[in-house]
């Protein structure tokens, strides 16, 4: 009962993933609760699964992605984010670091209004100095990863083939993230080749911004309210 | 007022290839969606691919734990409306020892329940014959009460054996999944304070 209390209800509502009924997990959790072993194309596959339908994480990327013309510049910047969820995605597990859900993803949510504003140039303008931004994508990398490793938590995977599955599962999250990355680069791209994409950009970004203090705001009232 | 300038017509691909990368994009998109989600998510697997990559298997088992959890509701609603009405010519609970012997087919489940009172206390055993099973001892309120708990699970387990206390009225017990592809045959020992045990039908 300690699960379905700490899952945010968005969860419930974007993708009917876990459906308790006395005891018995089914969906995904149901599905990794009856496996045994290693099987590495499955977990790749929950781990893709998770990106591509993590909407906390796809808007991060957008608004990472949102100046990046250059496809180098992406790619440093996408890895650098890799770099961080995976090794704390890896150290949460293993460590058993159990961060309240709500509060990792009230940090995941203000990733995004960060990242909004440094689009803005806001921080040059209030602090006076531009944060390094390769640094930053790295470290909100690490919170995300601790995200993902709650979320591994709560599957409760079995101990026999887990660092393999482990490893297998943080790969899928890749192959996701580059999926979902080429999808938002190809919808932007589009809207780049318009003049609108300048004149709107600033509105785009506080849009972002909205989204990242309402889901900050949302899971800040679970964590008052579990 | 930004942090970066707008794009120069060097940085944004062209028309032609934006065409091209979006063409592609859903043909990709369509051939994960054929080969890999319906197969992984419904079990359905129209190419073969998902069989190959195993991820047909996990679009059955969750569409068969889908299943089982909603017929298994109903059974389990209609199972305690009937017990609730013998309870009540039950005063008090009995000691009682039953050693219950049942086998379980590939990829099917069973689960048995004590029928017990708050803070009464059973001792189990339980051996298989054949393989590992998956297992849940978990208890569930009587219709109405939404009360329920795990007390232990594990999985490809050959024996277990303890004893635990009824955190509430209503039905504790077992549920054990055979994920082999042999029939495992299950003796289970319960000895403690129960007014039945009780087999509920799982399909």
Not at chain 1, 10 to 19: A, H, K, N, S, T
Request: charged share 15%; net charge neutral.
């Amino acid at each position: 009962m300690n699960i379905v209390k700490t899952i945010p209800i968005w969860f419930y509502i974007i993708m009917p993933m876990f459906l308790f009924a006395h005891g018995v997990p089914t969906g995904d959790q149901g599905y990794i609760q009856e496996i045994y072993g290693v099987h590495i194309i499955p977990f790749m596959y929950l781990g893709a699964k998770h990106m591509v339908t993590g909407y906390d994480h796809l808007l991060f990327l957008v608004g990472v992605i949102f100046f990046l013309y250059k496809v180098k510049d992406i790619g440093i910047y996408v890895s650098l984010f890799a770099l961080g969820h995976s090794s704390t995605l890896l150290l949460g597990v293993f460590a058993n670091i159990h961060i309240n859900t709500f509060l990792i993803d009230a940090i995941i949510g203000l990733s995004i209004v960060y990242k909004a504003l440094d689009n803005l140039g806001k921080f040059q303008e209030w602090i006076g100095v531009q944060p390094n931004t390769k640094i930053s994508t790295f470290i909100f990398g690490l919170f995300h990863g601790f995200g993902l490793a709650t979320k591994i938590i709560e599957f409760e995977l079995d101990t026999n083939g887990l660092f393999t599955n482990l490893i297998a599962f943080n790969m899928g999250v890749e192959i996701g993230q580059v999926l979902a990355l080429l999808a938002i680069l190809i919808l932007i791209s589009h809207w780049r080749k318009h003049s609108s994409f300048i004149i709107y950009a600033y509105s785009a970004n506080i849009l972002l911004m909205v989204m990242g203090f309402g889901l900050t705001g949302y899971q800040l009232l679970g964590y008052f309210n579990s | 007022m930004f942090n970066k300038q707008k794009p120069s017509e060097n940085d944004l691909p062209t028309s032609s290839q934006l065409f091209k990368s979006t063409i592609i994009a859903f043909f990709v998109a369509v051939v994960l969606l054929v080969c890999i989600v319906i197969p992984a998510e419904y079990g359905t697997d129209p190419t073969g691919v998902g069989q190959l990559l195993g991820l047909k298997r996990m679009g059955e088992i969750k569409t068969k734990l889908k299943q089982k959890t909603l017929n298994e509701k109903n059974n389990f609603d209609e199972h305690i409306s009937i017990n609730r009405d013998m309870r009540e010519s039950i005063v008090k609970s009995k000691i009682k020892n039953n050693l219950t012997e049942f086998s379980i087919g590939p990829d099917e489940a069973i689960e048995i329940k004590l029928e017990m009172q708050t803070g009464s206390s059973v001792k189990y055993s339980w051996t298989t014959n054949g393989g590992g099973l998956n297992y849940n001892l978990h208890g569930d309120g009587y219709i109405g009460s939404q009360k329920t708990i795990t007390y232990k699970k594990g999985r490809m387990t050959i024996s277990d054996n303890g004893e635990f206390n009824a955190e509430f009225d209503g039905y504790h017990g077992w549920f054990w999944r055979n994920r082999n592809s042999e029939t495992v045959t299950v003796v289970l020992e319960t000895d403690g304070h129960y007014f039945q045990i009780k087999r509920i039908k799982y399909d």
